[in-house]
């Protein structure tokens, strides 16, 4: 599935975002309540952490290489219209001798 530069830019804002969203919410409650946060914490809440740092960083991954594809496909075309126009120059100078 392909998506656009505009919906891979964004998805990977957001990716960003629920990753460090996750990762401040975990070291405040680390701060606050020390080890003992991690202790008593229930199953469900520890799988539903992971659950989360695992689909923003699968986010991350997927939509920046989307992003990469699309970069590189722009820069492939304007490649090839420069070549293009510099066929079409070369091609309208007249020959001197």
Same mark, same amino acid.
């Given at each position: 599935?392909?998506?656009?530069?505009? +919906? @891979?830019?964004?998805?990977?804002?957001?990716?960003? #975002? =629920?990753?460090? $969203?996750? *990762?401040?919410? !975990?070291?405040?409650?680390?701060?606050?309540?020390?080890?003992?946060?991690?202790? +008593? @914490?229930?199953?469900?809440?520890?799988?539903?952490? #992971? =659950?989360?740092? $695992?689909? *923003?960083?699968? !986010?991350?991954?997927?939509?920046?290489?989307?992003?990469?594809?699309?970069?590189?496909?722009?820069?492939?075309?304007?490649?090839?219209?420069? #070549?293009?126009?510099? $066929?079409?120059?070369?091609?309208?100078?007249?020959?001197?001798?």
């Amino acid at each position: 599935m392909q998506v656009s530069k505009r +919906t @891979a830019l964004h998805g990977l804002n957001i990716a960003i #975002a =629920a990753f460090t $969203a996750i *990762s401040a919410y !975990g070291l405040i409650g680390y701060f606050q309540d020390g080890a003992g946060a991690a202790t +008593t @914490a229930t199953l469900q809440a520890t799988f539903l952490f #992971a =659950a989360g740092i $695992a689909a *923003s960083v699968g !986010g991350i991954c997927w939509f920046g290489a989307q992003l990469d594809r699309r970069k590189s496909e722009e820069r492939r075309d304007e490649e090839r219209r420069k #070549a293009e126009e510099s $066929a079409r120059k070369v091609r309208r100078k007249p020959v001197r001798s």
